[in-house]
């Protein structure tokens, strides 16, 4: 019996443990980078359906669903004002003071993203210039439930009233008792955000693309959801609506060499693993010792955790892994293409210069992933599941268009009137040509 | 039969007329704005099976494409050096003295889209940037055949080297006798582009979303394409690979008032109409007048065009909206959000203010769309059927991605520590608190 409990903690403790890959071969590197499968992908036709119906019934589908998943009966999908105002009193001071310090940094960075609209003479008397003009309708999606995310929508909320756009809306579902959590309502209020309507769900995502009697429809729908909501958004997205970018599970990477600490490389790979079972972890070294001192470490903090057992299920998918040399590991680095990377080393800014492929980077030893998560000022709204290589998280940009503006003077037509005119021309495009023939003739004529 | 004549050029001369919507109340809004709809949209299983066909069978599913298709044995995909060295002679000095000079233009404006990093310190200690990088595979689509174009490649090469891609391709089909134009090499090797692929239609689009023996996988796909192109990047895009922008036919709404050169706008319009029998061309204007005298030109323009028949048939979908004033004939520019405004008036610059959706804009009576589509220096891959209202043209923009980083002094962790695990534990984020504690600790104990 003692022998027999004596295995299976032996066992447990394997599992707390990163798997070691030693030096894989480029060949292997793809089957490396895989990210855990996502569980029942088939969730198509419970989706499809959710949104023919909103779009068919609206509001009514929406209350129909609260009633259904939640059990509540709403009296009305908006919040009202009084709702936004009371919260304020429910918040925990600190908690408040550390949302107003965590706006003022996130408004810093991001306030800086905004461009000037720069002329550029092409040509003399071609006048080009971009406007920046922020989106019109947008709607954001904040999960409730188990963790209300106030901190996304700081996220999303912050860009959003910065790059102007005039029409902003939440969606965020209830909690037991038919209410939106206190601290989200807060940090609304905070953004200057006044629409929030209470549902949430794949639901949500259908009333913000298509419209309801209450709900506006909007342009583009930004933030994170289970695999309801991220399906949902990669559905509507095929239609006349933007998202934010495809949604996959949290990552982290971590670069380690001698110079790091085995405990705070420990603490940041749990605070990844606690997200969920199908968070991933992923150790990269040229030194096998502190994987070894990692694994030590990892054994002593998981056990003081409260998801103890969230962070043994990802630690499952994660792994260790050893490269041949600085060079080769951010070669793999850059291939895995990581949503949060940590360059845990006294040369993280040296090192950074390599990468090419990572959503956001955290240099040296003492900017842990959470300061990113929640305060830093970055967003954390970022590329997964090797979407990097192609995407950028959140920003200013993601809630704004640059229309391209030119003007031409009589002689700045007359400059490119021939360049244009033999391309129109080559292309099989007469009418092209004549657009500009007809005004150089009666430019020409009209001087004599 | 000289009647029956009369009333069929009668007829012929009533269909070559935009069509007259007066004042429409605004809840007629939406049908005036809508498109004219996709004819064969059905193509998505024939479109499904080329992909899964490249996608097993690689290079020789590619060939066998190009010898059903297009009746051609092609030896080798990749076009050769010698062809590009070669097309220089095949093509006529004044091209490409014209294209040097719009590869100029082209070349100042996207330049001028590269930002700096700028760090924000966001706290005493708290040090926050953006890296922009350019992806390291970028895929560009340039549809050949009839009308092979060239200019697109300028469009989409030239800011792709500006983000300093790594690795750009060009896929493109071939002509009747095997070949590449000669404009799209000359171009190609103009912006400084040596890879590129005799492949053409959805396999394309396949080769460069999922790779074969000779093509390399591409993280994001550009370009231009007929509705089999069009749906293989749909299709694609849900999947490892980003795409431009979804595509729809293209458009030009021109505002005029009484100080509008009946001529030119009629030029305009019907440059955009001989793009092919689904383009849409929209005049918006408070007085009537004006689209008489744009009737009577056209009938007057239209008969020298070679494209007489393309233009006539999209003519067909062609609207002439009269609204009551100013600012309410720029809230239906704005609900319409077209890919090419022309503001045709003497107060163009001031009126442009009023744009929020558009996609390029085009000031003033010397500024026709086809200055624009060549050499003014903007972009022309714009977005189309309303989707101005929440996307961007391509730009440098487009092929870069921004990585935010972040580095924490000591003292800068500390001046946050307690803001994120206030909130890491308001989320129920426990680990993500104790990597911020553990390190505190660490930086406390070892002052002393």
């Known amino acids: 019996m003692q022998l027999l409990n004596k295995n299976y903690s032996n066992y447990l403790f394997k599992k707390k443990m990163l798997k070691i890959y030693n ?135 912050i860009p959003a009233k910065i790059a102007n756009c005039k029409n902003i ?16 309502l807060y940090v609304a209020k905070k953004v200057g955000i006044n629409t929030i309507y209470k549902v949430g769900g794949a639901q949500a995502i259908a009333a913000m693309a ?33 998202i934010d970018m495809p949604a996959g599970p949290s990552e982290v990477l971590i670069y380690a060499d001698d110079t790091s600490n085995p405990a705070f490389i420990a603490a940041d790979l749990l605070s990844q693993a606690e997200h969920g079972a199908d968070s991933q972890v992923i150790l990269v ?23 103890e057992v969230t962070a043994t299920l990802a630690l499952a998918n994660s792994k260790a892994i050893i490269l041949e040399d600085v060079n080769t590991a951010f070669d793999f680095i850059n291939e895995y293409a990581t949503e949060h990377l940590i360059i845990a080393t006294d040369n993280a800014e040296e090192l950074c210069t390599k990468v090419v492929n990572a959503g956001s980077i955290f240099l040296g030893h003492y900017s ?49 009137a021939n360049t244009v005119e033999t391309m129109a021309l080559a292309e099989g495009l007469q009418a092209h040509k004549q657009a500009v023939s007809i005004r150089v003739k009666q430019i020409k004529e009209s001087e004599f």
Chains 1, 2 share one sequence.
């Open 285 to 307: 070294t040229t030194k096998k010792q502190i994987i070894d001192a990692v694994n030590q470490e990892i054994i002593l903090q998981i056990a003081s955790l409260e998801r």
């Open 23 to 157: 030096t894989p071969p480029f060949a292997q590197w793809e089957e490396v980078c895989k990210r855990p499968l996502l569980k029942a992908e088939n969730c198509s036709n419970i989706v499809s359906a959710i949104l023919k119906n909103v779009q068919l019934n609206g509001d009514q589908a929406l209350l129909d669903y609260t009633k259904q998943f939640d059990n509540i009966n709403l009296q009305s999908l908006k919040v009202d004002q009084s709702e936004i105002i009371e919260s304020e009193n429910n918040v925990a001071t600190n908690l408040k003071i550390a949302i107003d310090i965590a706006y003022a940094n996130i408004y810093k960075f991001h306030i800086a993203q905004i461009d000037n609209e720069k002329h550029v003479i092409t040509t003399e008397g071609v006048d080009c210039w971009r406007k920046y003009v922020g989106m019109e309708n947008v709607g954001l999606y904040i999960p409730g439930g188990s963790a209300p995310l106030f901190s996304t929508l700081l996220m999303l909320g």
């Open 368 to 416: 842990p992933e959470s300061v990113g998560d929640y305060a830093s000022g970055t967003n954390h709204t970022l590329p997964t599941n090797g979407y990097a290589k192609m995407y950028s998280g959140v920003s200013v940009d993601s809630f704004v268009k640059k229309i391209t503006i030119q003007q031409l003077t009589k002689q700045g037509l007359l400059n490119i």
């Open 169 to 184: 809306i939440v969606c965020t579902p209830v909690d037991k008792n038919g209410n939106i959590n206190s601290a989200i």
């Open 210 to 242: 298509y419209g309801t009697e209450t709900i506006k429809k909007v342009d583009k729908i930004f933030g994170p959801g289970n695999q309801y909501v991220t399906k949902a958004k990669q559905l509507v997205s095929l239609q006349i609506v933007a």
